[in-house]
């Protein structure tokens, strides 16, 4: 098992995708905890829109500034998933990895530890940035920028997160195992698809109790940051967040794990 | 290249009325064959009679509809250690185009519990240790199976499957491949080699399994396969040659366009002959094309995908000219 994970990371490792990832992570971090420290720190009135109010605590407003750019790193994250398993069936190299492992379940389990690791890798390198800039845009602007421990929390959920997005994104891949139709419909359906009818459904009494559990509404509720006023969500508390997030991870991943071990490889 | 040979324990194939069903196509049809530790053995037929497939299925990515197909009497699912015992090159494109060929037999020396330094024991072995830190999208076909080869062999298994190992090899390449399959066969390990052409592998294997729609044809030794030896004779008088070689104890038959065959390899003897008889000799040739036509006899009309590499060139007439022309079969 140890040696089929050491090759999913060299995997990861041995392609120029990883740096490019890591630089953008960083980068989206660093960026929207800074637009967003500053905005959140502002007086609102309301704006000449009308727009609604945004609602929060201390600890909440500096959550949500750490994870500002955890929308971008999700979705970046969603596209690693689908490439470690979508790149494989692109260039033939399945072949080789379930020759060098030929028991599936076994290199599949290994490809769900590297992407849970490499979620948390590219989680501290987000983090790396997001803190360091928001840190000192929130001291500018004369807030505390470590309320309270559950700062902590927040930093460490974000990073699982990630992790499961990923998984999130191995079972898109097997799902459609076209690379590029994987990454344009998983990235379509998670950035626009899924937010647009959860804030739809929101609006209709017989279906808004399922928004919560749209994944995109899991990953807030996890990190726990400000709500908008006046919004229909209830997000649920971050532990039950957690949890159906990762019950989405588990279910895609083993259900792609369940096609790859019946597949015919040729 | 050493000679020094370590022998390894032997690892038999055993395939056993093995079938492959996808939708109403029968790829491969109850097909039943071994193959033997410390011998070559070539796997052959037309494209598409299921040679592949049945590699397929003998490495664990295809499911068979039914029969079995074992190595060391265990399926390639259930072994232990796949990379110490089966190593294989399926297909020359399994690379990454952005990953160095090095960092592929990384990948796979990872997934085997191997060092790094047997991968590059491997690309020294098979003459890319350069070009091998280059990515793999700026391959030549040549360095493309080169570097299956080197992934094959990099748990130093006991048995190589491998797939057309020669397209795309210069004809330098072909010959390297020939005594580098030697060596390693010299060693005690089971080798199946799959071909379209029987003029690229008649030189280097020992034992054949030719199958056409999926179904066995023919298997054995080469040697039996080769039929009794014997020399083709053209003259202006068939019949009183024939009748001349009666006394000195040849059996000799008409043949095609004229030509007579006659049951013995000695040529002088056949020259002598005539000579007496006062007969012209206008050629006089050893017969080695046994194989080749038995090949298309038993293979000829039965391939599926008509109009692929089903045509050749005409088999040379002497052994030692072959390997001077084997570029030129591709």
């Given at each position: 098992m140890g040696a089929a994970i050491r090759s999913e990371f060299r995997k990861i490792f041995t392609t120029r995708l990883w740096w490019g990832m890591a630089i953008g992570i960083f980068v989206a971090g660093a960026l929207f905890a800074g637009f967003f420290g500053w905005v959140l720190t502002s007086d609102q009135p309301g704006g000449p829109g009308g727009g609604p109010a945004l609602e929060g605590d201390a600890t909440q407003v500096v959550n949500s500034v750490y994870t500002a750019g955890l929308g971008v790193g999700y979705l970046l994250l969603l596209t690693m998933g689908i490439l470690q398993i979508g790149s494989e069936y692109r260039h033939k190299t399945i072949t080789a990895t379930f020759l060098a492992t030929p028991k599936r379940v076994r290199a599949m389990l290994a490809k769900v530890v590297a992407l849970l690791g490499i979620g948390g890798v590219y989680g501290l390198i987000s983090l790396l940035g997001s803190v360091a800039v928001g840190a000192i845009v929130l001291t500018l602007r004369d807030v505390d920028p470590f309320p309270s421990t559950e700062v902590l929390r927040t930093l460490a959920l974000s990073l699982l997160a990630l992790g499961l997005w990923a998984l999130i994104g191995l079972g898109v891949g097997i799902l459609i195992p076209n690379q590029v139709a994987a990454i344009l419909v998983g990235v379509g359906v998670a950035w626009i698809v899924e937010p647009l009818l959860g804030l739809g459904l929101s609006y209709v009494d017989a279906a808004k109790d399922v928004v919560p559990y749209f994944p995109s509404n899991a990953t807030n509720a996890m990190v726990n940051g400000v709500t908008q006023g006046g919004s229909q969500v209830d997000y649920l508390p971050w532990w039950a967040g957690a949890l159906v997030l990762a019950a989405y991870a588990a279910a895609l991943s083993a259900f792609g794990t369940w096609r790859t071990v019946r597949q015919d490889i040729s | 290249m050493t000679t020094t040979a370590q022998r390894t324990d032997g690892a038999r194939i055993e395939v056993r009325d093995l079938t492959k069903t996808f939708g109403s196509f029968t790829a491969v049809d109850h097909l039943s064959f071994e193959v033997e530790p410390g011998r070559i053995t070539g796997f052959l037929g037309p494209n598409g009679a299921g040679k592949t497939t049945t590699l397929r299925m003998l490495l664990g990515l295809v499911r068979p509809t039914s029969g079995t197909a074992t190595i060391d009497g265990r399926d390639y699912r259930d072994l232990e250690n796949p990379s110490a015992t089966v190593g294989s090159a399926l297909e020359s494109t399994n690379f990454h185009p952005g990953r160095s060929g090095r960092d592929h037999l990384r990948v796979l020396a990872a997934a085997g519990g191997l060092p790094d330094s047997r991968v590059d024991e491997m690309l020294e072995l098979t003459g890319i240790p350069a070009a091998a830190r280059k990515r793999a999208g700026e391959y030549s076909m040549g360095m493309r199976q080169r570097l299956g080869l080197a992934a094959a062999l990099l748990g130093d298994p006991r048995v190589l499957l491998l797939d057309e190992?020669?397209?795309?090899?210069d004809p330098e390449g072909i010959r390297w491949l020939r005594g580098f399959l030697r060596h390693l066969s010299s060693q005690g390990k089971t080798i199946l080699v799959s071909s379209h052409q029987l003029q690229e592998v008649q030189q280097t294997v020992d034992d054949v399994v030719i199958i056409a729609n999926g179904r066995l044809v023919r298997s054995g030794a080469m040697s039996d396969l080769r039929g009794a030896p014997s020399t083709i004779v053209r003259t202006s008088d068939p019949d009183r040659l024939v009748g001349a070689l009666r006394v000195a104890d040849v059996m000799a038959a008409a043949g095609d366009d004229g030509e007579l065959v006659v049951e013995t390899t000695d040529k002088r003897l056949v020259g002598d002959v005539a000579l007496r008889a006062g007969l012209p000799i206008w050629e006089l040739r050893d017969r080695k094309a046994d194989l080749e036509e038995l090949f298309f006899d038993l293979t000829e009309g039965t391939n599926r995908n008509l109009g692929d590499g089903a045509t050749s060139p005409p088999p040379p007439t002497e052994r030692d000219a072959v390997s001077g022309q084997e570029g030129a079969n591709e």
């Open positions: - | 190992p020669s397209n795309g090899l």
